[in-house]
């Protein structure tokens, strides 16, 4: 590949093809589309398809960014060394009770995959019937996908991801014999329901496009030809997928985008039936429910309830004009999920960022709150396999509090801690401060910070600083214990997370004020808090390193163009930096279902205006850039690898100082980078070494 680069230490030149289009009377130069193998579809299949003049220029840009970052292959072995010694290596989850068994997962001491197990459930011995390790021994990549174990627990439905590209295939094994029956359901998104009988099982097949659009039944002992079609949906622009009803009467499939939702019910006693539908579908109108006896309780944001409340409806008829409040909506409470029990309904809340789990007694309407008192935790429910019980299973963290799990008597209002989460190699809570603080963005708008630092740094303005920022999908960054991040603050680093516009940590009134036309929010509140951190002397101007991954990853790039001069380093791992160009090519997976989100550039000219105007990779200007690392996958569908290839390439080629700029592509890999607990430490290592190198820390003898 003679025109692309001469592989020295010189980093990689691109070249450049004369590639434009014009849509809406504007033309739009895209001299690097040719990095798009116009075979991506099987590419995603089988990676060894890959066009050869890509492949070289991926793995050109390989092999520079190692010989910039070799030096600090010491302090990545060191810091993979630390991180897992946090990692209790055997661990294994609370057991979960179902009728005769409860159920569990583990890791073996040096293990990378989980194991799948049970034991009797007053306690005995325990049976593994999926290793985890011993099923990835033959793949370069191995993912779990869903695993299920059938209403009699006799045989247990499982799939995996040998690629990296999520087609998971679906297998089914015995329990008794640990043997798998001899069919496979190939290119399902890899969840699964039985029905009653366990005869069969419902299933999501993705489509050539990638994408879940239809719900097969399949039928043990009968080959995926002769599998039933049980519904399509015809929207491209709608994501289909399924899971068992809280009552464990129903499968549901639930559809949607990122604005509106339909579901429908297939009773599973009676598996042939038709799926029922709950409510047809009114656009911005989302839904989901649960199930008891011949009631459903639904959570909405109907009726302008942007926060969402809960209605309830009855089995028979529940489409909208039954539905009755039950939950009204309370502006700036967020109601975020709701569960059913025989006795009890939960809901998990958040307001200004903090959550709570609400509990409620159905039979007297009486609540009660469980709340925790640091001033910026996570708190999550877990869910279990039994309905008619008592127990809520919880859990709890902050970024200095390891991992507490909790069964919680929602009668008695009593509490059993049944796990918290070891630190092989040591931690004291106590050495360590988490708090919150506040930024204010150029509107008013008031933007929690959560801070983690140990407890003798000193706020002089000279500590480096990350700051963690996502900003889409109504996502909110929880508040919570990650044990790798002490590498980094037992450094001298400060852990910032941006808790910004785009996300629901306020509220989901806070993330529509960050899509769409409001997109810019979200990146102008990140720069807020970083400038919030400056004045309040956390940290200085260039002693910050930005980070966010997928459409974090976007923030980073529109950040690294817009106020790029507060950063000293900027990690962007698979990120979303081709906007325009993505949300116009409506045969990419993703795409259709992403309108909602971000906007029509094809039927819409503002969509058009709007997404060019700040789409990283259409934005970067002769400027200096701080030093930049940029991480994909190969075989990721969601974001695909050409995107942050053709983001560098173009940096590279137009700013004027500053940098490095780098790409980083894992060629075995997709979405979520390496597979295997510590195989993925080493992918974390380098984000951090690169961190500390662009903080001027790794290149002093710091290891």
């Not at 010189?10 to 093809?17: D, G, I, K, Q």
């Not at 002397?537 to 790029?564: C, D, E, P, Q, W």
């Amino acid at each position: 590949m003679t025109d692309v680069l001469d592989k020295t230490a010189a980093p990689p030149v691109a070249p450049r093809r004369a590639h434009a289009f014009t849509a809406h009377g504007i033309t739009v130069s895209d001299e690097y589309a040719w990095l798009k193998d116009a075979n991506w579809q099987e590419v995603l299949r089988d990676p060894t398809v890959l066009d050869r003049d890509i492949r070289h220029y991926l793995e050109a840009e390989n092999a520079y960014t190692e010989s910039l970052l070799g030096h600090t292959a010491p302090l990545q072995k060191k810091l993979v060394a630390e991180m897992r010694g946090r990692i209790k290596e055997d661990d294994s989850s609370v057991p979960s009770p179902d009728g005769p068994f409860a159920y569990f997962r583990r890791y073996r001491e040096g293990g990378q995959h989980e194991m799948f197990g049970r034991m009797p459930r007053g306690g005995g011995e325990e049976t593994i019937v999926l290793d985890g390790d011993a099923l990835a021994k033959d793949h370069a990549y191995f993912k779990f996908g869903g695993s299920r174990h059938s209403p009699d627990h006799r045989l247990v439905a499982w799939s995996a991801d040998i690629k990296g590209s999520e087609y998971f295939s679906i297998r089914v094994r015995e329990w008794e014999s640990g043997r798998d029956l001899d069919e496979t359901v190939e290119e399902t998104d890899g969840a699964m329901v039985w029905a009653t009988d366990c005869r069969s099982f419902f299933y999501v097949k993705l489509d050539d496009n990638h994408r879940p659009m239809q719900v097969w039944r399949h039928r043990l002992g009968t080959p995926q030809a002769d599998d039933v079609l049980v519904h399509e949906e015809q929207d491209a622009g709608w994501f289909t997928h399924i899971h068992e009803s809280t009552s464990g009467r129903f499968c549901v499939i639930a559809g949607g985008d990122h604005e509106t939702s339909e579901q429908r019910l297939i009773d599973l006693a009676a598996p042939d039936t038709p799926p029922r539908l709950v409510a047809a579908r009114e656009v911005g109108v989302q839904y989901s429910l649960a199930d008891r006896g011949d009631e459903l309780f639904i959570l909405t944001n109907a009726d302008e309830a942007i926060d969402f409340k809960i209605v309830t409806a009855p089995l028979a008829a529940p489409e909208r004009a039954n539905w009755r409040d039950l939950i009204p909506h309370r502006p700036g409470i967020y109601v975020i999920d709701h569960d059913l029990y025989s006795g009890h309904m939960v809901r998990l809340e958040r307001a200004n960022a903090l959550p709570s789990i609400i509990i409620r007694d159905l039979a007297s309407g009486e609540e009660h709150a469980i709340a925790f008192d640091e001033t910026a935790y996570s708190l999550d429910t877990m869910g279990g396999y039994e309905f008619d019980t008592k127990n809520l299973r919880f859990a709890y963290s902050s970024m200095t509090t390891p991992s507490e799990v909790y069964d919680y008597d929602m009668a008695a209002r009593t509490r059993i801690l049944r796990k918290r989460q070891e630190i092989p190699s040591g931690h004291n809570a106590a050495d360590y401060v988490t708090t919150r603080i506040m930024a204010r963005a150029e509107d008013g708008a008031e933007v929690p910070i959560s801070l983690l630092h140990r407890r003798d740094f000193s706020r002089d303005g000279r500590a480096p600083l990350l700051l963690y920022g996502y900003g889409s999908y109504g996502h909110a960054i929880p508040a919570s214990f990650n044990a790798s991040r002490l590498s980094l603050v037992d450094r001298g680093f400060v852990y910032a997370i941006a808790h910004i516009r785009g996300g629901t940590d306020k509220g989901w009134g806070w993330y529509l004020d960050g899509k769409r036309e409001k997109k810019t929010n979200s990146f102008d509140d990140f720069s807020a808090c970083a400038r919030a951190l400056i004045e309040a002397k956390y940290t200085s101007t260039r002693r910050i390193i930005g980070h966010g991954g997928s459409a974090g990853g976007m923030l980073m790039g529109a950040v690294a163009n817009r106020t790029g001069e507060l950063f000293s380093g900027i990690v962007a791992e698979v990120p979303f930096v081709d906007v325009l160009n993505t949300m116009l090519d409506d045969t990419l997976p993703l795409t259709p279902p992403e309108w909602p989100e971000w906007g029509n550039p094809i039927e819409s000219e503002k969509d058009f205006r709007t997404i060019l105007s700040y789409s990283p990779y259409d934005n970067v200007t002769s400027k200096p850039y701080p030093a930049i690392l940029a991480m994909a996958g190969l075989t990721d569908p969601r974001v695909t690898y050409w995107e942050p290839a053709k983001w560098i390439a173009r940096l590279r080629a137009t700013m004027t100082g500053g940098g490095p700029v780098m790409l980083r592509t894992n060629m075995g890999a997709g979405h979520g980078g390496a597979s295997g607990r510590f195989n993925r430490l080493d992918e974390v290592a380098i984000v951090y070494a690169f961190a500390l190198w662009a903080a001027g820390l790794a290149g002093k003898g710091e290891v």
